[in-house]
Structure formats: structure tokens, C-alpha cells
């Protein structure tokens, strides 16, 4: 039992370290909003910069997964990819 508990935790451990060197801009983005949206939770107040800055980067989680998905099957060349997520916010 004990066992086959280790190899569970191992097995999603290890895919999670996977599908974080495959997405880590969307994860990291994921990450930043499920805070954001904690802390604003606790501080009891609605400030609008943060409601903007949560809505943008929820919009950038969808966004960041569909880019390096077109890059991952097409051959783009890495400055190319660069140069995009660089002009994507702008």
C-alpha cells in the first residue's frame, strides 16, 4: 500500500515537473492570478488596478498556451518566438 502511494506521488511529481518545462510562461501566469486574487480576497477592498491586472493575466494564460503550441508543431526559429512574445503585450 505504502508503495504503491510512493509510486503515485512520484508519478505526478514527475509529470508535473514535465508540463512545467513544456508551459512554464502559463503556469507562471496562472500562479501570479490564483495570488492576486487571494490577496484580494483578504484585503477586504475592490481596487480596480488589480481586477485589471487579474483579467489580464488570465487573458495571457490562453494566450501563451496556443503560442507555444504553433511553435512546438511549426519550425519557427527561436529569436522569431522571442521577438513575439515580446510584441504580444505591446
Not at 477586504?44 to 493575466?57: A, T
Not at 512546438?72 to 512574445?85: F, G, L
Request: aromatic share 8%; charged share 20%.
Amino acid at each position: 500500500m505504502i508503495k504503491k502511494s510512493l509510486k503515485v506521488i512520484k508519478d505526478v511529481a514527475r509529470r508535473l515537473l514535465s508540463s512545467f518545462r513544456r508551459f512554464p510562461e502559463p503556469l507562471a501566469l496562472a500562479f501570479l492570478t490564483v495570488v492576486i486574487l487571494i490577496l484580494m480576497n483578504h484585503l477586504s477592498r475592490e481596487d480596480v488596478f488589480l481586477f485589471r491586472l487579474v483579467m489580464v493575466l488570465a487573458l495571457g494564460i490562453p494566450l501563451t498556451l496556443c503560442m507555444r503550441m504553433f511553435w512546438e508543431r511549426s519550425s519557427v526559429q527561436k529569436i522569431v518566438a522571442a521577438m513575439a512574445y515580446i510584441a504580444v503585450p505591446v
